[in-house]
Every structure is written in structure tokens, then in C-alpha cells.
């Protein structure tokens, strides 16, 4: 079992994340195959059924959902994740908030958190570094 250390690891470095316990970690890495089967955050998004679909058609133009198509075990461990950050003092919470201030309902804002926080947990598992809430992108540096 060669693997078994890479998986005890990966679920080390989602447990970095706000919201991810022992359990949430190890099924979202039992559902995604460790995340082997995706290239993008996007496609996990996809896959978990947390991604937005437009519902439009013409002049037709309706209020978006979450796509919902997916895999509905890894959509709902990670609906509660995001409930769970959304209860702390924290960037996510903040994520969460202003959202709500924007107008959005309370679901449609715990869920955009979900589909973030999927994101960074692919991100964290495979750069290998644990979830640091105070990193910030460098600047890109002018030509």
C-alpha cells in the first residue's frame, strides 16, 4: 500500500481548511479518486454539481441554478463544510457575508462558498502546502 502515506497526507492538507474535518476530507478524496480524475477546479466544481448553470434561451432570461448534475454525496459534504466555515471568524465568512449583502440568497451563498472552498482544496492538495488564509497572489511584474 505505496498509497497510503500520499492519502494520509492529502487529507493532512485538506484538514488545513476551514470547514474540512477528518471525514469531509477523506470522502471528498474516496469521491474524486484523489483527485486524480480532474485537471481543474473547474472540473471538480463540474463534477461535484456546485458549478452555476445559466438558464437562458433566447429573449427567455431566468434566474441561474447550480447545475446539480454530478456526484450528490461530494455535493453535500461539501454544502456542509461551507455551512460550518460560514459559523466562524473568518475570510470565508467574509466571502460568505458579502455575498448576502450583494443581495444573494443564504443557499445560493453557502453554496459559491462550497464550490470555493472544493477549489482551494484542489489548489492545496496539489501544490502539496497546507491552506494559509493570509496568502496573497504576487503581482505580476511588468515587462
Known amino acids: 500500500m505505496e498509497t497510503a502515506p500520499d492519502l494520509g497526507r492529502q487529507v493532512e492538507l485538506l484538514q ?3 470547514g474540512f474535518g477528518f471525514l469531509v476530507s477523506l470522502t471528498v478524496l474516496v469521491e474524486t479518486g484523489a483527485f486524480n480524475m480532474m485537471e481543474t477546479g473547474r472540473q471538480l ?3 461535484a454539481g456546485v458549478s452555476p448553470a445559466p438558464h437562458q434561451s433566447g ?3 431566468k ?3 447550480i447545475s446539480k448534475i454530478g456526484n450528490p ?3 453535500r459534504v461539501v454544502y456542509l463544510a461551507a455551512v460550518a466555515a460560514t ?3 473568518s475570510k470565508e ?3 460568505y457575508q458579502r455575498l448576502r449583502d450583494q443581495g444573494k440568497p443564504g443557499k445560493v451563498a453557502v453554496t459559491a462558498l462550497a464550490r470555493k472552498l472544493l477549489c482551494v482544496g484542489f489548489a492545496v492538495v496539489q501544490l502539496g502546502r497546507p491552506y494559509d488564509p493570509t496568502y496573497a497572489k504576487p503581482a505580476k511584474q511588468a515587462a
Do not use: P
Open 16 to 18: 488545513s481548511l476551514l
Open 45 to 47: 466544481a463540474a463534477y
Open 59 to 61: 429573449a427567455m432570461n
Open 63 to 65: 434566474r441561474g441554478r
Open 73 to 75: 454525496r461530494l455535493r
Open 87 to 89: 459559523r466562524t471568524q
Open 93 to 95: 465568512k467574509a466571502f
